[in-house]
């Protein structure tokens, strides 16, 4: 099993963002929302994402970031999405993008 990192992109009083690599390639996106007894995710990841690999993400998530923060909960709910990155879009970060080479044209 890869050593999953999960690097922080964002986070507000009730949610946090993280950018999920493995061997120093991204594998997916996480996205947590704490609830007063529910934690509540969406997990993206790429679309030949087997269901252990899958299974084995949502454990890691579970273990190292929900129960870090929040012991105490009720339920974790994860909704899945898998299928392909389209793109990152902004109104401010065109020139970012063009240099990280990521598909999308910047705009919304």
């Known amino acids: 099993m890869p050593r ?4 922080r992109e ?17 594998i997916g996106r996480v996205d947590i929302h704490y609830g007063a007894d529910t934690v509540h995710a969406t997990l993206c990841l790429p679309d030949d994402s087997s269901e252990d690999h899958l299974q084995n993400i949502i454990s890691e998530v579970d273990e190292r970031l929900v129960m870090s923060a929040n012991p105490f909960r009720d339920d ?8 392909r990155q389209a793109g990152v879009y902004s109104e401010d ?11 999308g044209n910047g705009h919304f």
């Open 76 to 83: 974790f709910v994860v909704t899945v999405w898998i299928g």
């Open 4 to 7: 999953y990192n999960f690097e």
């Open 10 to 26: 964002m986070r507000t009083a009730y949610s946090e963002a993280y950018l999920i690599t493995a061997d120093d390639a991204e």
């Open 93 to 103: 970060v065109e020139e970012e993008l063009e240099e990280e080479d990521v598909e």
